[in-house]
């Protein structure tokens, strides 16, 4: 059921914390999800992703060059 199913929090922010970028995607069944994340034109450098669902969450570094 699609009103039940669980969203996933998908942020990219910079060093200073801005948001680059900010999506939700819901998960299957299965717990799988697929959705595009969008990298604006921004500088080269170091930018934070960030995954939330439910009670978890997981952030990685992630570098642009």
């Known amino acids: 059921?699609?009103?039940t199913a669980p969203e996933m929090?998908?942020?990219i922010t910079n060093l200073l914390g801005n948001t680059i970028h900010q999506a939700t995607a819901g998960i299957n069944?299965?717990?799988d999800f697929s959705?595009?994340?969008?990298?604006?034109?921004s500088a080269d450098g170091v930018y934070m992703?960030?995954?939330r669902c439910a009670n978890a969450?997981?952030?990685t570094k992630i570098?642009?060059?």
Not at 35 to 41: C, K, L
């Open 1 to 3: 059921d699609r009103a």
């Open 9 to 11: 929090e998908i942020r």
């Open 29 to 31: 069944a299965n717990g």
């Open 35 to 41: 959705t595009p994340v969008y990298m604006p034109p």
């Open 49 to 51: 992703l960030t995954v």
């Open 57 to 59: 969450t997981i952030t």
């Open 63 to 65: 570098i642009k060059q």
